[in-house]
């Protein structure tokens, strides 16, 4: 068994961790929560350094990777990039819709501008009465020759207002069934009747904004259709899997920040005359920190692996999406409480993760999600 | 004509552990240290201009066969290595690395311009890249701060010194030695990485390398002790406060010499 990266994502990595170092700041990450503004010249170096073409087609002048080492990018982007990790993940999220549903024009027009530097594709899916019930869409379409009409609300699209595009979900409205009527668009934000607004969120200021959608008699032509008109059901369970480990690549990377913060600060916080690290509640955190964020790496390292090997990991996923969400919520909590004011008042980025933490359990498949979609395929083997 | 450009490998300063004051590099990863990266992308720089190709050269031990050292210098535009592997030459001196290169980059031949990087990352004696340069009898200038191009067998280059820039006409062929703010070491994008692994490599024989020249020896490396801060406080005219320091310099006994 060898747990090493191979050569290439050693070097990979030694590479986007120094262009990231270079270009993008914790002062800078701190002035983009500030103003709430996303940081593109950082972003943009990612690009001419050609980060994002990682995983794109080859056609487009990508380079193939394997999912590894698209969480490896991911993870990086996390630890060392802020907010860059925001659209970094809805691009490898989205690239890969693209690359197995689009067309060559569509990818062309998305990943095109998206590898040199653009925006990704938002999501588009949430809805106030469809957030794990993703079926449940009440936003829906009407065929008119060769376009469609599309009414409705979505809300809870990441970034979607700092986006060029949106994956967006829609119904045909001539069809009941929720799994054969739903169709995957790629919606222009600046189409008109689109209206983006960005909703208020935990910890408030943030350069990922949370967005609503409206989207009133929104004209887009069939050629906007991504993959099979309504096959869009059977396409977003496609890939979902990869999408959870992706995402949960910012769970390890967050933990992992902050319990080096929590870390190095026991050893400089001196009270009653020691440092606190050498108390031994202090040092019973340090070592569950440490070893959760060592279980996070392996287990979202492992199911990597196992798809990039075919193997089936409908329920190592799910384990893996529950525990790293879970765990970082507990890693960050304890390293708050190690490092005690400083994690309430002032701006270490430890506000920051803890605030965005908490979503970790929510977004991409909820806890409940997770233990109710897995447990009857644990059960099945008994 | 090619360029060369000379680089070693060594452990890594970050994971060279210290105890009872000697340094032990067992665990540390050997890397190449970022004077001499910066040397390789001023010399990829000029090779690129100048349409010519660039051939990485390091001598060492058996660090050197690391395929991921391999790969890495490879992505930063060298377009093959030549390397001389022999236990040897680990850790060695300058001077024996001196002798050792020169034969290496003999054997090489064809090429005008070799360019060496500042000092090692890990001793940084600043003596490889000189020392080279008059074994092979060419002429060597160090503290390059620029590489601006090749006209003909001259190099054109700049040092930057105190009392201003001076413009250099080299002739070649000649080495340099560049100074670690010439340029930024590259950052390798995952198509050069992946290209890493198809570029020649050429193990140069070590029979025919001298690997042995009498030069210093290393007996130990040691930190030394640290001393717990006096924290004497001096006041009074700055003359009074001077001799205040002498007179507690000599009290230490730290001039042995007397005044």
Known sequence: ?382 | MDILVCFKLSPDSKDILVSNGAINTDRAEWNVGEYDLVAVEAAAQLAAATGRKLIGVSVGGSQLANTRFRKNMLSRGCDSLSLVMNDALVQADTHKTAVALAAAVTEIGNYDLIVCGEGSQDLYFRQTGIQLGELLGLPVINGISALNGIEGSVLLAERSTDSGIEVLEIPLPAVVCVTSDICQSRIPKMKDILQAGRKPVKELDAAGIPCDATGSEIIKVALPKSVQRKAVNFSGTPEEIADQIVAMLAKEGLMPGGM
């Open chain 1, 1 to 382: 068994m060898d747990f090493r990266f191979t050569d290439e994502q050693q070097l990979l990595a030694e590479s986007l961790k120094e262009c990231l170092v270079r270009s993008i700041t914790e002062a800078d990450i701190q002035k983009s929560y500030e103003t709430e503004t996303f940081p593109m010249d950082a972003w943009k170096a990612l690009a001419e350094n050609g980060f994002l073409s990682i995983g794109a087609p080859e056609s487009m002048g990508g380079v193939p990777a394997d999912v590894t080492t698209q969480v490896l990018i991911a993870y990086l982007v996390n630890k060392y990039g802020g907010p860059l990790a925001g659209f970094l993940t809805l691009g490898l999220t989205t690239m890969r819709d693209l690359e197995d549903f689009g067309t060559p024009e569509q990818q062309e027009m998305v990943l095109g501008q998206y590898i040199e530097g653009g925006t990704p594709m938002a999501l588009g899916m949430s809805e106030p009465n469809a957030g794990s019930d993703s079926s449940g869409i009440q936003t829906s379409y009407v065929s008119q020759g060769d376009k469609v009409i599309i009414n409705g609300h979505k809300h809870y699209n990441s970034m979607a207002s700092q986006c060029d595009y949106v994956l967006l979900t829609a119904k045909d409205a001539a069809i009941r069934n929720p799994y054969k009527s739903m169709t995957m668009f790629i919606l222009p934000t600046n189409t008109p009747g689109v209206r983006i607004t960005d909703l208020p969120k935990l910890g408030g200021k943030s350069p990922m904004h949370i967005c609503e959608i409206f989207l009133d008699n929104v004209e887009l032509p069939k050629s906007y259709i991504l993959g099979k008109e309504h096959n869009g059901f059977p396409q977003l369970m496609k890939n979902f899997e990869i999408e959870r480990t992706v995402a949960m690549a910012g769970a390890l990377a967050v933990a992992e920040n902050a319990f080096e913060d929590a870390a190095a600060y026991s050893k400089q916080r001196v009270q009653f005359g020691r440092p606190i690290c050498e108390n031994q509640l202090i040092q019973e955190k340090i070592f569950h920190m440490k070893m959760k964020v060592e279980l996070m790496r392996n287990m979202l390292f492992k199911v990597a692996w196992m798809i990039d090997n075919k193997m089936d990991v409908r329920v190592d996923h799910a384990l893996c999406k529950y525990y790293c969400a879970n765990a970082a919520n507990e890693v960050v909590d304890d390293a708050l409480q190690v490092m005690g004011g400083v994690g309430l008042v002032g701006n270490h980025r430890i506000m920051r993760y803890f605030c965005e933490t908490r979503s970790q359990r929510i977004g991409a498949g909820s806890d409940q999600v997770m233990i109710f979609s897995t447990a009857p395929q644990i059960l099945m083997d008994f």
